[in-house]
């Protein structure tokens, strides 16, 4: 069935590593997006591509790197730059244009540092 | 700038009741979108309703509805005939012409039995 997978559920990630997460859909949208989750607050971007091959920074890429190769998959990778990486991560697509978008996520990864 | 503001940390509501959810927000913008998402304690997102600016008349999705006020920039959620089930924490969301989804920072609702 159609949905967002992502994985791991639980990640830990050791002082100085750079560690990924992976996001992949097969409801052939156009756009992904990466938000990260803070204890009791709301959402926030970290990237976002509308289209393979081509992304952009959202409101907190700093020590966060992304790629998109292909357009079922959006894979971000947390570098040893982001020094409080502990959150929890969010993965979502939607189709392209403004009458079509709806964002649907992914069940999460929780990061945590060792 | 975009801002989604919900003033409401936590609220409570007793099974079988109604509650409201309160969410203002900004945008220059004449086009948009709005979304009340729910989190449950599985920590899935999960779209609740949808409102296009342009239209209207009020969204509704079976016990949920809205109540948006474009003049007044206030999009707010009623949930009627409260379930345990809904116990969560919801968001407002506004989508513009950026493309990016602009989230509130959330209510946490308790649904008592």
């Known amino acids: 069935d159609g949905g967002i997978t992502q994985s791991p559920k639980y990640l830990f990630r050791k002082e100085g590593q750079n560690v990924t997460l992976s996001c992949e859909q097969n409801?052939?949208?156009?756009?992904m997006y990466w938000y990260r989750q803070d204890p009791g607050q709301g959402l926030r971007l970290i990237y976002y591509?509308?289209?393979?091959?081509?992304?952009q920074k959202g409101d907190i890429a700093e020590g966060y790197s992304v790629s998109r190769e292909k357009k079922e998959s959006f894979p971000l990778t947390v570098t040893s730059a982001q020094k409080n990486p502990t959150a929890f991560y969010l993965c979502?697509?939607?189709?392209?244009?403004?009458?079509?978008?709806?964002?649907?996520f992914g069940a999460g990864t929780r990061l945590s540092v060792l | 700038a975009q801002t989604v503001t919900q003033s409401q940390p936590e609220m409570s509501v007793q099974e079988a009741e109604t509650v409201t959810l309160s969410c203002t927000y900004d945008?220059?913008?004449?086009?948009?979108?709005l979304f009340w998402y729910k989190q449950p304690p599985s920590r899935q997102m999960i779209l609740v309703i949808r409102q296009e600016a342009y239209k209207q008349q009020n969204a509704t999705e079976n016990r949920f509805s809205v109540n948006f006020q474009k003049a007044a920039k206030s999009f707010s959620l009623k949930i009627s005939d409260s379930q345990l089930g809904d116990t969560a924490m919801y968001f407002c969301?506004?989508?513009?012409?950026?493309?990016?989804?602009?989230f509130g920072q959330g209510t946490t609702l308790q649904v008592k039995p």
């Open positions: 591509s509308q289209i393979v091959n081509d992304f």
């Open positions: 969301a506004l989508l513009a012409n950026t493309g990016k989804l602009i």
């Open positions: 979502a697509s939607c189709n392209s244009g403004l009458a079509k978008n709806i964002q649907y």
């Open positions: 945008t220059s913008e004449n086009n948009y979108y």
């Open positions: 409801l052939n949208h156009d756009a």
